[in-house]
T-cell receptor, first 112, second 113 residues
């Protein structure tokens, strides 16, 4: 099955820094999603994007749906310690057996 | 509180000993699925179910079975576990096939020796 490639695989940043990560696919998606997984828990939805070029914010998080519909980007501004976790992108297309295809994940560590 | 629960949260077992990981949701969701999470590979779908008695293979179904006899429950069965099934497993549910918002359980960490 297809997987989405995320980069970077991991990042170590200092508190207060901005973070950027991206996700690329070989095929088109109608919806792009970003999830966060806290240590020891399941992923939780952060942001959903519905059309190409769309830019959506959720607090300090901003995500963009790429123009080609094959990629998406997530930015976190002024990082804080609770931003630590794994961030997953996911692509979604409606259809006979709609499913979410997840990315490989970006592990974020924030140091004080 | 709306939630997806999984049991057990942690399990260490030996090769070949059948096991079941339970999953239950209280949101009356039609669609449920199982994923495994491995380092560098992200989340990969094992099986999914669009409704009671309707199940189908995901991307990595080998070595697993599922059943959906009731809407709220979706157990994952490993008839003869092997070490390559050591992983972190997540159950998830969502309202329907056309809806993207999915709720995940807390995960089950399985080690097969």
């Amino acid at each position: 099955g297809q997987q989405l490639n995320q980069s970077p695989q991991s990042m170590f940043i200092q508190e207060g820094e901005d973070v950027s990560m991206n996700c690329t696919s070989s095929s088109i998606f109608n919806t792009w999603l970003w999830y966060k997984q806290d240590p020891g828990e399941g992923p939780v939805l952060l942001i959903a994007l519905y059309k190409a070029g769309e830019l959506t914010s959720n607090g300090r998080l901003t995500a963009q749906f790429g123009i080609t519909r094959k990629d998406s980007f997530l930015n976190i501004s002024a990082s804080i310690p609770s931003d630590v976790g794994i961030y997953f992108c996911a692509g979604f297309n409606t259809g006979t057996a709609s499913k979410l295809t997840f990315g490989t994940g970006t592990r974020l560590q924030v140091t004080l | 509180e709306a939630q997806v629960t999984q049991n057990p949260r942690y399990l260490i077992t030996v090769t070949g000993k059948k096991l079941t990981v339970t999953c239950s949701q209280n949101m009356n969701h039609e669609y449920m699925s199982w994923y495994r999470q491995d380092p560098g590979l992200g989340l990969r779908q094992i099986y999914y179910s669009m409704n009671v008695e309707v199940t189908d293979k995901g991307d990595v179904p080998e070595g697993y079975k599922v059943s959906r006899k009731e809407k709220r429950n979706f157990p994952l069965i490993l008839e003869s576990p092997s070490p390559n099934q050591t992983s972190l497993y997540f159950c998830a549910s969502r309202r329907g096939n056309e809806v993207y918002e999915q709720y995940f359980g807390p995960g089950t960490r399985l080690t097969v020796t």
